[in-house]
């Protein structure tokens, strides 16, 4: 299986997977536009995508889903909360491309297997997603202000771990937002912070030279150097490093990342 983001933080998400036999977008939170140009940066046509796969009905999730999910005919995968959540932002969809699934059940999609696990996030009802073929496994989690056990217990063994790094605790703490909006990003329904994003992955790191791609970072409450170092810091403490253990970097926000997993990457 193949990743690439594409798209990454507040301005707009947009995650890419391929396996042997399948495409999918994960959330289009970009203008089409700039989504079909990203995707021309690593050479996918969009005719060639199988469908969209949608976490929630935040606009910087899903601001292009019906535009392309139209222009390409594409399959739109969201669960029923969110299929109404997000009515007015992608209009309307043919209904032979709606798929309606319930988060916490497994889909399989040719050789994908897709497993959705609830999140905790100021949304409707959002869903993250573990990908899976013959091969590798991919744990996608951003979105989320509290990770709970079963969770964790899904997304071990992955290959890739895509997690959010939303905040700096201190430069939220100290930053430009109304008191209200700070207590939003920092509750257990908004996202997670560099700190707790290293305590999750100190729980799922095997030391197997996993991958970890930082997500979501906030331009205002955070900074791609500073996010590296306080997990990197972090994970030491507790004696998985960085380097020797997993490796680690941050996805952009509108930039291709590397293509991860795929067979000439190693
Ligand atoms: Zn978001
Ligand atoms: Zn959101």
């Given at each position: 299986m193949n990743f690439c983001s594409l798209a990454s933080g507040s301005s707009g998400n947009c995650q890419y997977i391929e396996t042997k036999e399948s495409r999918f977008l994960i959330?289009?939170?970009?203008t089409g536009k700039k989504i079909e140009n990203l995707l021309g940066e690593i050479q996918v046509d969009p005719k060639s995508l199988d469908g969209i796969l949608v976490t929630h009905e935040h606009f910087d999730h899903t601001s292009a889903v019906g535009v392309l999910a139209r222009r390409y005919g594409l399959k739109v995968f969201a669960n029923e909360n969110t299929w109404l959540a997000m009515e007015k932002t992608v209009k309307k969809i043919p209904k032979s491309q709606q798929v309606v699934f319930e988060t916490g059940k497994d889909l399989e999609y040719k050789d994908l297997k897709i497993e959705t696990i609830p999140l905790f996030h100021d949304c409707v009802q959002g869903t993250g997603f573990i990908l899976q073929d013959k091969d590798t496994k991919i744990a996608m989690l951003t979105d989320t202000g509290w990770v709970s056990t079963s969770m964790l217990e899904k997304m071990a063994?992955?290959?890739?771990y895509y997690i959010e790094a939303n905040h700096d605790e201190d430069l939220l703490r100290t930053g430009p937002y109304s008191f209200a909006l700070k207590q939003r990003i920092a509750s257990n329904r908004g996202h997670l912070s560099n700190h707790h994003a290293a305590s999750i992955l100190e729980k799922l790191l095997?030391?197997?030279?996993e991958h970890v791609l930082l997500g979501h970072l906030s331009t205002d409450n955070n900074d791609p150097l500073l996010a590296v170092r306080t997990i990197r810091e972090d994970l030491a403490r507790t004696n998985i490093h960085e380097g020797l253990d997993f490796t680690m970097e941050v996805a952009k926000p509108c930039e291709p990342s590397r293509i991860y997993l795929g067979k000439d990457q190693g």
């Open positions: 959330d289009a939170g970009q063994h992955a290959d890739l095997q030391k197997k030279k």
